[in-house]
C-alpha cells in the first residue's frame, strides 16, 4: 500500500490527510499529532508498545512506527509553537500517548488544509509558549539557514555561546538543535516539492549536498523518502 493524499506546509506545521502506508521507525524533530478518519489508529513506540486510538500525539524526538491507515491525518508541529504546547498539554507523559477525545470535535478534519491549520492555532489560544527569547531568536535565524556552521552562526546571532544554545534548545525543545535544523532544511525541500521542483532541485532548495542526502535524511526523520512523499500529492 502506497501514501496517497495531500500536503499544506504552514508556518510551523505540516499536514498530511490520507492514506498511511508503510513507513520505517523514525522520530521527527516535531510532534506528531495523528486524527483517524476511520477506524482507530495504531503507533508503536520504541519499547515495541502499541497504543491506540481516535487521536494520537508522538513527542518530538520520540522514534515511532505508524501502523497503516486508510485514512488518517497527521500534523507535524514545530516543539517551540503555541500549537505544540497546546496539543502537549492533552497529551499523557509517554513517547506515545492518547489526546483528549474532546479535542476532537473543535476541529473540522474533513475541511480545507489550510482551514484546519487555523482551527487548531485559534484552539492553541489559550496556552502560552515559554521558550527562552534568545533560543526563539536563534530559531528564527536558523530557519532559513544553510546547514553549514549554522548553529555556531546563530548562537553569535543570539549572543549565547554555542554549547549555551545547545544546552537550551535540547531542554526546552525535547531534540538536539542539529535535529531541529534539519527539520528545516527537510521543511523545505518538501514545500519545494509540493510546488513541482524535481527531486534534485528539492534537495539544493533545502541546502542538501544532493539527492542521495535527502533521501537518507528524510528516510529517518518522516519515515518515509522523498519519491513516496512526491508520489502521496499525486
Known amino acids: 500500500m502506497d501514501w496517497k493524499g495531500e500536503f499544506y506546509i504552514g508556518e510551523t506545521s505540516l499536514v498530511y490527510r490520507g492514506r498511511a502506508a508503510d513507513n520505517r521507525p523514525h522520530a521527527h524533530a516535531t510532534l506528531q499529532l495523528t486524527v483517524s478518519l476511520g477506524s482507530d489508529i495504531s503507533i508503536k513506540d520504541d519499547h515495541d508498545r502499541l497504543v491506540s486510538g481516535v487521536a494520537?500525539?508522538?513527542?518530538?524526538?520520540?522514534?515511532?512506527?505508524?501502523?497503516?491507515?486508510?485514512?488518517?491525518?497527521?500534523?507535524?508541529?514545530?516543539?517551540?509553537s503555541q500549537l505544540a504546547h497546546f496539543v502537549q498539554s492533552l497529551c499523557g507523559h509517554d513517547d506515545v500517548s492518547v489526546m483528549d477525545p474532546s479535542f476532537i470535535g473543535q476541529v473540522n478534519w474533513q475541511g480545507d488544509l489550510k482551514t484546519l491549520l487555523n482551527d487548531l492555532e485559534r484552539a492553541s489560544g489559550r496556552v502560552s509558549s515559554q521558550m527562552d527569547l534568545r533560543l526563539l531568536e536563534a530559531l528564527n535565524f536558523l530557519r532559513t539557514a544553510q546547514l553549514?556552521?549554522?548553529?555556531?552562526?546563530?548562537?553569535?546571532?543570539?549572543?549565547?555561546s554555542e554549547p549555551r544554545l545547545r544546552a537550551?534548545?535540547?531542554?526546552?525543545?525535547?531534540?538536539?538543535?542539529s535535529k531541529w535544523l534539519i527539520w528545516q532544511a527537510t521543511r523545505r525541500s518538501a514545500q519545494a516539492m509540493a510546488q513541482g521542483a524535481t527531486l534534485a532541485d528539492a534537495a539544493?532548495?533545502?541546502?542538501?549536498a544532493d539527492q542521495a542526502?535527502?533521501?537518507r535524511t528524510m528516510g529517518k526523520i518522516m519515515g518515509v523518502t522523498p519519491l513516496?512523499?512526491?508520489n502521496a500529492g499525486q
Do not use: M, N, W
Not at 537550551?168 to 538543535?177: D, K, N, R
Open 204 to 208: 539544493y532548495a533545502g541546502g542538501f
Open 213 to 215: 542526502h535527502l533521501t
Open 56 to 80: 494520537l500525539c508522538v513527542k518530538a524526538g520520540k522514534r515511532h512506527t505508524l501502523s497503516p491507515a486508510d485514512k488518517a491525518v497527521l500534523v507535524l508541529i514545530e516543539p517551540q
Open 168 to 177: 537550551i534548545a535540547q531542554e526546552q525543545l525535547g531534540v538536539p538543535l
Open 148 to 160: 553549514k556552521s549554522a548553529i555556531s552562526q546563530a548562537a553569535k546571532a543570539c549572543g549565547l
Open 228 to 230: 513516496q512523499a512526491l
